[in-house]
């Protein structure tokens, strides 16, 4: 059975940094790209990082440039996502899916292409 735990979300205050990270079990990450994504209330989930199967590969959202970093330890079959001088908008919950790659270096930013999810986490940024 695959499961994908996220874990490090809370509330935190507005500038701060946090880091998220998604163990994976019942399947072997390192064959797997895994993703970010996040959900706002009211607003539809949304892409926020990408990393390939290799960890040579990653993509962020465009808006989110420069204060989101992905990086993965296959070793521990985990990815992270660290979140630095965060703000009231990035308040909601942030998921891990896992994509099955064929490739070592292939990344989707598309939610419907991923085959597993985490539960989630909700981060809270109060200013």
């Known amino acids: 059975q695959v499961q994908l735990v996220e874990s490090g979300g809370g509330l935190v205050q507005a500038g701060d940094s946090l880091r998220l990270s998604c163990a994976a079990s019942?399947?072997?990450?390192?064959?797997?790209?895994m993703g970010w994504f996040r959900q706002a209330p009211g607003k539809e989930r949304e892409f926020v990082a990408v990393?390939?199967?290799?960890?040579?590969?990653?993509a962020y959202a465009d808006s989110l440039l420069g204060r989101f970093t992905i990086s993965r330890d296959n070793a521990k079959n985990t990815v992270y996502l660290r979140v630095d001088s965060l703000k009231a908008e990035d308040t909601a919950v942030y998921y891990c899916?896992?994509?099955?790659?064929?490739?070592?270096?292939?990344?989707?930013?598309?939610?419907?292409?991923?085959?597993?999810w985490g539960q989630g986490t909700q981060v809270t940024v109060s200013t």
């Open positions: 990393i390939s199967r290799s960890g040579v590969n990653t």
């Open positions: 019942g399947l072997t990450s390192s064959n797997y790209g």
């Open positions: 899916a896992a994509r099955y790659e064929y490739l070592g270096h292939q990344i989707s930013t598309t939610p419907s292409t991923y085959q597993y």
